[in-house]
């Protein structure tokens, strides 16, 4: 890996989502649904992308960023002790309603979504993270993409076809107040997001996200959204901006009311949080050994040069 296991530097506000399904492989905490969902099936998912990706060979998935000098991978077979084996996974998975990946993936029915469409962590050095703190702490971040996006596509959609939610400005925060997105709103808003696709393009979570809108509106399925603030981390912490208790929009505290939603609500606090480490990749050097790591990781880049996987 030529970054570092956790994400450092600014964090852009992301929208986490879950589709509410009986099912074998997650308990289904209504309360927490996005993030227990993303916790529950973060490995299983993992190991999907690799197969979907070619990255899986002589038992081990093996992380897209991995090199000979840093051999990042997990057996598969401890993702498989726990799920099952692979026909009891596919028979769950892929004839799920709430399956909003592609046919053949496995735990579709979660995802996220970030408001800076390009975002791409940077690694924290001394040489820029004094200033990237130094925004966090004044509240300063920039606007990001698809906020702006989807104002300027929502400015010429008439508002009876436009999603129902709270008034904001920008709309953006409005869509995201209620935990559950309600049934009339899964048609306008997966139009919302296929006319920003259309005229900005998406990237593949915004992707996701629009096919479990329309599985939900299809088979009558709840669609549970979370809205997380912008952030900072530096690697081992991550802390999450103080924002308005109602839209989540990042607010200094001492102001009256939010300017985003114009409500008097409480201002929630800058809390600290737990990074997002490699789960379920871990470093082989550790697991089998240095000489055999790089012996396995050998066979996958020659297999994977030739065009081969398991």
């Given at each position: ?76 077979d401890e993702v498989f002790d726990v799920f099952g084996s692979r026909q009891v996974i596919e028979s769950e998975c892929c004839n799920c309603a709430a399956n909003a990946g592609t046919p053949s993936g496995w735990a ?203």
């Open positions: 890996m030529k970054r570092t296991a956790a994400v450092t530097g600014l964090t852009p506000q992301f929208v986490r989502w879950a589709i509410k399904q009986p099912c074998p492989f997650r308990e289904l905490d209504v309360n927490r649904l996005p993030v227990t969902t993303f916790n529950q099936l973060r490995s299983l998912r993992s190991l999907s992308e690799g197969a979907e990706e070619g990255r899986i060979d002589s038992g081990v998935c093996w992380h897209a960023e991995a090199d000979f000098q840093t051999p990042i991978g997990f057996p598969v579709g029915c979660h995802g996220w979504f970030a408001a800076a469409t390009e975002w791409n962590p940077v690694a924290l050095n001394s040489k820029y993270s004094g200033e990237y703190e130094r925004h966090f702490n004044e509240c300063r971040f920039e606007p990001e993409a698809l906020v702006r996006q989807i104002e300027e596509v929502s400015s010429v959609i008439p508002d009876h076809e436009l999603p129902n939610s709270v008034e904001t400005s920008p709309r953006w925060y409005g869509l995201w107040t209620e935990k559950i997105i309600r049934a009339e709103s899964l048609r306008p808003l997966e139009l919302l997001f296929e006319k920003v696709a259309g005229r900005f393009g998406e990237n593949a979570n915004q992707s996701r996200f629009r096919i479990a809108l329309q599985n939900c509106r299809k088979h009558g399925l709840e669609l549970h959204v979370e809205l997380v603030p912008n952030g900072f981390s530096n690697g081992s912490s991550w802390r999450i901006a103080s924002h308005c208790a109602f839209c989540k929009a990042v607010r200094a505290a001492g102001r009256s009311h939010c300017r985003v939603c114009r409500t008097t609500n409480g201002v929630v606090q800058t809390r600290k949080a737990g990074v997002l480490g490699m789960r379920p990749y871990l470093n082989l050097d550790t697991i089998v050994g240095s000489k055999k790591a790089r012996e396995l990781f050998e066979s996958y880049a020659s297999r994977r040069k030739n065009g081969e996987s398991d």
